[in-house]
Structures are given as C-alpha cells and as structure tokens.
C-alpha cells in the first residue's frame, strides 16, 4: 500500500480531524495507529528529563503492555526510564533506558500484535449482547485503528457494530454482521503496513553501528522464557536434567543452555557465578533457602511477581513469589551474564 493510501486509512478516523489540528497536545488520547503515524515525526532520541507529549504516548503504550503502571503524565522520570530498561531487556535491546530509534520499533510492533493477536474471522451473525473473547479481539483491532472508541468488553453492542460497518466500508468490503475472513486479513496487513512504515521510516537516516550489530544478535529473552514454559508439566526428578525430568538447578541449566548458555549445575554454583541486581526483571534466576542453609532452590523470574521452576510436589510449574512459603524463604535475585 503507498504513503498516500495508508494516509486516507489514518484520516478515516472518527476522531483524527479532531486529534490533528492539535497533535501534540492531545494524540496521547489518539488510537494508537494514529500515535505510531505521529509519533514517526518526532526526535525519537528521548531521555530521563524531557517532558513531552511522546513521552506521554510511550508511557500509555507501556501501560497497555503491562511494563508501566504509574501517572501517565509526559515526565520522563524513574519509574518512565525503568519500565523502558525492563522492555529494552526482554527485547534484547542494549537497555540504556531512552526512547531510541530501536526502542520506538520494537515498542510499536508489540503493541500491534498486543492488539491484533486475538482478531479471529466470525462467520455467524453477531447479535447485541453477545459476549466472548472473538468480539473482545475484535473491539481491540478495530480499537487499534481508531474505529471503535468505547470500552473494550467483548460484549456486542451499537457501538461495536458501528465500528465494524465503518471499517467495512473504508475498505470496500460488503457491510454485514459478520467479521469476514476477507477483513481479517485486510485489517492485518494494514496493521502490519503501518509498523513497517514505522520501522522504515526511523531507520532512514541511520547507518548500522557496531552496537546495533551487537544487538541484533543479542539474547532474546522473550525466547528463554518460551523455552523455559514449554517444560511446563515436566515431573520433578531429584538430579534430573532432562525433559524426563528435573531439579530446579537441572531446569535452570537446561533452559539456558537451549539458548547456548552455560551455568554451572548446582544452585551454590550458580549462586556465585551469576550478579546480584537491586530490581529483577524478567529472565532474572530468584534464589530461596529452602531445606538447608544457604541458596537450596531457585527459578527464573517471568514478571507480575511469578516464577517458574521445578518444585518437588508439581515439577515444572509456576508459583509466585508473595506466596507465603517462598516470600518467607527468599534470599535474592541474580542475572546470568550473556555474554
């Protein structure tokens, strides 16, 4: 699709001629197709300091993505610079905590696909009050595209059929109360058009450096920690390191060493050949003193206080740290060196 008709789709919004005559002010509140489109024409090189609409943007996008959960306010402060570290970490990116070229990318296409994952063909009629997490992925697609404007709740109603038509008829498509297969794809390669314009767009003037290079190859958090839950379910096995079963330090190791990382066997070991860190983050190991003195037990940190690890009653599983049992028995977290 060219610059001019993606345009026509941005402007298609019932609330665009509104948000543009005064963009910087007000498109915090904007869909965020229309904030990603904006956000495009800033410096994106912003710091601990600045006080801006973008940062108010980039703050509402790390609240929806679960990284932020303070006053959306434009104040690039602590908390604003931590969330960013956090999502810079578990994107591989070098995780100086300011809203960079790469930052601003990996931010816009996960919230695309925050938006868009759940966006399924409905090939019944849809009828008001229906509710079920098929019209819930539809109310957030025709959200992130600025078309349905009110609560998203997965329930069918005036305002959602609404949005459905005028999203049908921006792209020729026959107005029915159905969601078609044909629309489903059409709003997904709009979506995925407009990131790449984003992506495109940023990159333009930048010419690669050593440390992007170094990033590209990075550690991939967001692939340990699918890693690690795909051995979800696998029975606890005192000395165990492999898929038949495990201990919590066999686990550990074999996640790990999936991602071609070595850690010593034991949790002592690991214990003393990893970093303490005052804040955990996600892809961080959680140590507990458990049958003996000392570090006895441990897990990888998954975020929203969990962890998972290998327990003796339910092996692979996934518990959470302000339980009583390990909240009275935790004695810190450590980061493995990736390099």
């Known amino acids: 699709m060219a610059q001019a008709q993606l345009d026509q789709v941005v402007k298609q919004s019932i609330t665009y001629s509104y948000i543009i005559s ?21 410096d994106q ?4 300091g600045d006080h801006s609409p973008a940062v108010r943007v980039i703050q509402q996008k790390l609240n929806n993505l679960s990284y932020y959960d303070e006053e959306i306010d434009g104040e690039f402060g602590l908390f604003t610079e931590y969330a960013l570290k956090k999502f810079q970490i578990e994107h591989a990116i070098e995780p100086d905590g300011t809203l960079n070229i790469e930052t601003v990318q990996a931010i816009v296409a996960s919230e695309q696909h925050y938006y868009m994952n759940e966006l399924k063909a409905i090939d019944y009629p849809l009828q008001h009050g ?16 600025g078309y349905y404007t009110a609560n998203i709740d997965g329930i069918y109603g005036p305002k959602t059929e609404l949005a459905l038509h005028q999203a049908q008829q921006a792209f020729d498509l026959p107005e029915t109360t159905t969601l078609s297969q044909a629309l489903v794809e059409t709003l997904q390669e709009e979506a995925n058009y407009s990131t790449l314009n984003t992506s495109e767009t940023t990159k333009a003037n930048e010419e690669p450096t050593a440390q992007s290079i170094k990033n590209s190859s990075a550690f991939a958090m967001d692939e340990l920690i699918q890693s ?6 696998v029975p606890y096995q005192w000395g165990g390191t ?3 079963g495990f201990d919590c330090s066999g686990f550990v190791q074999y996640v790990f060493a999936e991602h071609a990382i070595s850690i010593p066997r034991t949790v002592s070991e690991i214990w003393n050949q990893t970093q303490a860190v005052d ?9 507990f003193e458990t049958y003996k003195t000392g570090p006895s037990h ?16 339910n092996g692979v599983t996934v518990s959470a740290l302000s339980e009583e049992y390990w909240q009275s028995r935790y004695l810190g977290s450590r980061r493995v060196s990736k390099n």
């Open 45 to 48: 090189h912003i710091a601990y």
């Open 242 to 244: 492999t898929t038949a």
């Open 298 to 313: 441990l897990g990888i940190y998954l975020g929203n206080d969990q962890f998972i690890h290998a327990g003796e009653s």
């Open 279 to 287: 804040q955990r983050s996600i892809g961080d190991l959680v140590f």
């Open 130 to 145: 229906q509710e079920n997490d098929e019209i819930m992925g539809l109310q957030k697609a025709l959200y992130y595209f």
């Open 22 to 42: 005064q963009p910087f002010t007000f498109y915090v509140d904007a869909y965020p197709m229309l904030q990603n489109h904006l956000l495009n024409q800033q």
């Open 228 to 233: 690690a839950k795909a051995q979800l379910g």
